[in-house]
């Protein structure tokens, strides 16, 4: 996958996007922000909004940090989002699809950070939208976590579910969207991305 195949997937396909609109000034959490054009897209949307930026290889992370260098309403970090806080390691075919390995102290190293450390970061207490993006990490927060208070901090959330070793994207579907339906989501596959969950809280659509 390009940076030509990242471009297409955000100004044309839009997949990162919520299928609703959110306030003028959104508070928006990008999980895995790639080379930074999600959250561009993210501010010609709503131009108020307050996003903070996560990513994890530290190319992307430069290429991110040159591409929003012009909008002070970003806050952007090189770091990976896992379940604790500790030097984890990475690695993948290209950098478009690098993930976490957690079982060999092999990769490339890099500082992970929690999803409640990343809220302290942001200012105010809930998040209007939180996009997840982190090529199979979405198992170990969501799925092998047992800490998800952090979800009653968010009103909406999408998440893009891949394929791994231990899951397949077609079942790691069904299983997310149980867990956030337990946690009182009301969610379902999107309608604009074939393995990606959207899910809004229950009181946010009586």
């Known amino acids: 996958i ?31 922000c790639n080379i930074g054009l999600t959250v561009i897209d993210f501010l010609q949307e709503y131009p108020d909004a307050q996003i903070t930026a996560v990513e ?3 190319e992307n992370y430069k290429l991110a940090e040159a591409n929003t260098k012009n909008y002070p309403n970003v806050q952007l970090m090189q770091k990976a989002v ?25 990769g ?17 207490v809930m998040i209007d939208y939180l996009k997840m993006d982190i090529e ?6 969501l799925l092998e976590n047992c800490e998800t208070s952090w979800l009653r901090n968010i009103k909406y959330i999408s998440v893009e579910v891949h394929n791994t070793q231990k899951y397949n994207s077609e ?6 969207i149980e867990m956030l339906t337990k946690n009182n989501f009301s969610a379902f596959k999107s309608s604009l991305h074939w393995s990606s969950v959207f899910a809004a809280t229950k009181e946010l659509i009586k």
């Not at 990242?6 to 396909?13: G, K, P, R």
């Not at 490339?108 to 105010?124: A, C, M, Q, T």
């Not at 199979?136 to 927060?141: D, I, K, P, S, V």
């Open 108 to 124: 490339f190293p890099v500082e992970s950070i929690s999803i409640n450390s990343i809220l302290k970061k942001v200012p105010g």
């Open 171 to 176: 079942t790691g579907v069904s299983r997310i």
């Open 2 to 32: 390009s940076d030509k195949d990242v471009f297409i997937a955000t100004f044309f396909s839009k997949y990162h996007r919520p299928p609703v609109r959110l306030n003028k000034a959104p508070q928006i959490i990008d999980l895995g």
């Open 82 to 106: 896992w379940t604790e806080e500790k030097i984890v390691y990475y690695d993948g075919q290209d950098t478009q699809s690098f993930s976490v390995n957690n079982t060999l102290s092999s």
């Open 56 to 58: 994890m290889d530290f």
């Open 136 to 141: 199979g990490a979405e198992y170990a927060l």
